[in-house]
């Protein structure tokens, strides 16, 4: 398996919920990253995770929780987010963390903050 | 500040015609260069990086230092090349690497 998968691909919800993002990695990749893209903008980075341990967090708002259960998975919980929070969110992995590796790219989830 | 820029929001070519995509990047120490592309309803993915100094899909890119650019080109357009290209520059920190992509440009191949 050579794909980043992510679930859901749609998600909408209230400014109260709480909710999980999904990705998931079978490429024995030891790092996994969140990325933030909103329309017609490059991707910014969020989070990264090397073998496991949270590595960067790009000061992002605590109602954004990411988890690394084990190396294949990597979760973002959402809570009390906030209508400007409606982006496209995209998970990636590579092989580990050194500069000049390939990043490989899941196919987001579109959240919709009502 | 680290900076990638990407001048060029949209260009358009005929098909057959040379492509060249403009990146420029600011960063005091040794650069680690990539371009990504995203093909229409398809994800994100690499193309080619300096280091590699490979052709995919017939586009090179050359790392210029005494410019900071590393600009993608293609002597020949296709129909096929219509995407979304992202520079990115890759920068260390003191656990894990970091991407800072372009803002992308729109290349349009007209046929």
């Known amino acids: 398996d050579t794909e980043v998968t992510q679930t859901p691909k749609h998600l909408v919800m209230g400014m109260t919920n709480k909710k999980s993002l999904k990705c998931e990695q079978h490429m024995g990749h030891r790092a996994m990253y969140w990325y933030k893209q909103k329309a017609k903008k490059p991707p910014e980075l969020m989070f990264v995770y090397s073998y496991e341990k949270l590595s960067i967090n790009e000061s992002v708002p605590s109602r954004f929780s990411p988890e690394c259960p084990n190396s294949s998975l990597l979760n973002l919980h959402l809570h009390a987010l906030q209508p400007e929070d409606s982006a496209l969110y995209l998970c990636?992995?590579?092989?580990?963390?050194?500069?000049?590796?390939?990043?490989?790219f899941g196919p987001g989830t579109r959240l919709t903050v009502l | 500040a680290q900076r990638v820029t990407q001048p060029e929001k949209l260009l358009s070519v005929f098909k057959g015609a040379p492509v060249e995509l403009k990146c420029n990047y600011s960063?005091?120490?040794?650069?680690?260069l990539f371009w990504y592309v995203q093909y229409s309803r398809q994800r994100l993915q690499l193309l080619l990086r300096?280091?590699s100094r490979e052709s995919i899909k017939g586009f090179t890119a050359d790392l210029n230092k005494g410019e900071t650019s590393f600009h993608l080109k293609k002597p020949f357009a296709q129909e096929e090349d219509s995407a979304m290209y992202y520079c990115a520059l890759s920068l260390p920190s003191s656990s894990a690497s970091k991407i800072i992509f372009g803002s992308g440009t729109r290349l349009s191949i007209r046929p």
């Open positions: 300096h280091i």
């Open positions: 960063y005091s120490g040794s650069p680690e």
């Open positions: 990636a992995s590579s092989q580990d963390s050194k500069r000049y590796n390939e990043q490989f």
